[in-house]
């Protein structure tokens, strides 16, 4: 009676294992937009602009389609660790070969190239035009007084912040002259707001594509020693297996470009016309851009 019981007890566990393993096959086989299974996709991404910008455009892009897409905003590092360890799917905003060169050592192996976007980004340090007399890097250190000996910068991760430590305060002879204050995205474009608007000298650590500078008249700092690094790459990046688990997605990003201008707008409409909704930035410029998800297809 025993064995009779142990018998029906083992092959109803073995029927329950199958059945869940049938519904994990299930889920994994709709992962890539082919089924009716898991269309969750989590896009990461860091306080930079083109970032906030074109992950909000992606979101709404792969929501039409059906998907189930969250944003988490975190810090650069975070990001990639969030990409290697799986928890994160999609980042739009990798800086290669030099910006984010350490976190692509750190993880390269456990990423995906998913496309390059854009190709013409740099880092810079810019000031108003209005101020007199410094023109480059080099004109720094004399003039360290005029900006309270402070270079306002972005978040502490930053591959910027990094660069702006480790090569343009040391090599322009700025370590005790100059400090960077390191602070966020959005409290740094808010000091350059309001020292512009006071007419005051502040010198900032910025980068090209930026909607700062079409609202702003500025004027990037001449960097003769190199230490900004040359133009970049903006790469789409995924965890490993994204482009297995989300065929059509990842052939989308494949073909996902946005000249200067398509950037400039979108950041426009999301920073300033629509600050703070996102989404009918996005809406207003698809619309203007009739063309652009026709490209993806």
């Known amino acids: 009676m025993f064995g009779s019981l142990k018998r029906g007890l083992a092959l109803a566990l073995t029927a329950t294992l199958a059945l869940a393993g049938a519904a994990a096959c299930g889920e994994s086989d709709g992962a890539g937009g082919s089924g009716s299974g898991d269309k969750k996709i989590t896009i990461g991404y860091m306080a930079w602009d083109e970032a906030i910008a074109a992950s909000h455009l992606w979101q709404e892009i792969l929501e039409q389609k059906g998907y189930q897409v969250q944003l988490k905003n975190l810090e650069a590092g975070l990001v990639y ?17 030099q910006t984010h060169a350490s976190y692509l050592e750190k993880y390269g192996d456990k990423l995906e190239k998913l496309g390059v976007w854009y190709d013409n980004a740099s880092l810079s340090i810019a000031v108003p035009k209005y101020v007199e007399g ?5 004109d720094l250190k004399a003039n360290a007084d005029t900006f309270g000996g402070e270079m306002i910068g972005i978040e502490p991760g930053a591959g910027l912040t990094k660069a702006t430590q480790e090569k343009v305060l040391p090599e322009y002879g700025l370590t005790g002259a100059m ?9 740094m474009l808010a000091a350059l707001d309001g020292a512009i608007a006071d007419q005051k000298p502040i010198v900032v650590t910025l980068w090209h594509p930026h909607w700062a500078y079409a609202k702003y008249e500025l004027k990037d700092l001449t960097d003769d020693k190199g230490t900004l690094g040359t133009a970049e790459e903006i790469h789409s990046l995924g965890r490993q297996g994204f482009g297995a688990d989300f065929a ?26 629509h600050k703070g909704d996102e989404a009918k930035a996005v809406d207003e410029w698809l619309k203007a851009n009739p063309d652009f998800e026709k490209s993806l297809a």
């Open 248 to 273: 059509e997605v990842a052939a989308m990003l494949k073909k996902f470009k946005l000249s200067d201008q398509q950037l400039a707008d979108l950041e426009d409409l999301m920073f300033n016309t």
């Open 134 to 138: 410094v023109d480059s890097l080099a």
């Open 81 to 97: 660790g969030g990409l290697a360890n799986g928890d994160i799917d999609l980042f739009l905003d990798g800086w290669l070969p």
């Open 179 to 187: 400090k960077l204050k390191t602070s966020s995205t959005p409290a």
